[in-house]
T-cell receptor, first 113, second 112 residues
């Protein structure tokens, strides 16, 4: 077990709604990453936090936001949801920001209906 | 453009046969290359990375900068190798570190 935990595992919500996905990194890891996996786009990097600060942004929509709290857990907020936002959202963590060893969580399945 | 290409969506081989999962990349600079594996109902996990020059579960991968490739190889496939394999790269410096760019993945099926 890699130690990265994500909740909820599955979520079904309606278009226009807002959801929050939660991630607890492995003990001792300071970096948290969020990825989106969809059938058409594959695995895409969304955003990275390191020790509470945003470090890098990828293909994250303006309707999406994230933060990392002082206890290092992170939340990904998805608002004004559209059908196309249905995807598997992965959180990952690493001890630093070098990215040499990144551990992934099991993901949160989001279905927008 | 930064891109990772895995040309095969599905690769099916028999047990004991050699396996080669192809990966080509496009990146301005010197990237770090990785292979990740996802077994059925399990999370994505790191298989190997080019800087380590290691062999994990019999798999190896050599970075060919001239051909911009990082193919994954195993001389004798086992049934337990059946999984989804993703090639990925990240930059070595600054904000590009740790931000993995993934290929679309290749599903390896090893038949008995």
């Amino acid at each position: 077990d890699s130690g990265v935990t994500q909740t909820p595992k599955h979520l079904i919500t309606a278009t226009g709604q807002r959801v929050t996905l939660r991630c607890s990194p492995r003990s001792g890891d300071l970096s948290v990453y969020w990825y989106q996996q969809s059938l058409d786009q594959g695995l895409q990097f969304l955003i990275q936090y390191y020790n509470g600060e945003e470090r890098a942004k990828g293909n994250i929509l303006e309707r999406f936001s994230a933060q990392q709290f002082p206890d290092l857990h992170s939340e990904l907020n998805l608002s004004s949801l559209e059908l196309g936002d249905s995807a598997l959202y992965f959180c990952a963590s690493s001890v630093d920001f070098s990215g040499n060893t990144i551990y992934f969580g099991e993901g949160s399945w989001l279905t927008v209906v | 453009a930064q891109r990772v290409t895995q040309p095969e969506k599905l690769l099916s081989v028999f047990k004991g046969a050699p396996v080669e999962l192809k990966c080509n990349y496009s990146y301005s600079g010197s990237p770090e290359l990785f292979w990740y594996v996802q077994y059925s109902r399990q999370r994505l996990q790191l298989l190997l990375r080019h800087i380590s020059r290691e062999s994990i579960k019999g798999f190896t991968a050599d970075l060919n900068k001239g051909e911009t490739s990082f193919h994954l190889k195993k001389p004798f496939a086992q049934e337990e190798d059946s999984a989804m394999y993703y090639c990925a790269l990240s930059g070595r410096y600054g904000g590009s570190q740790g931000n993995l760019i993934f290929g679309k993945g290749t599903k390896l099926s090893v038949k008995p």
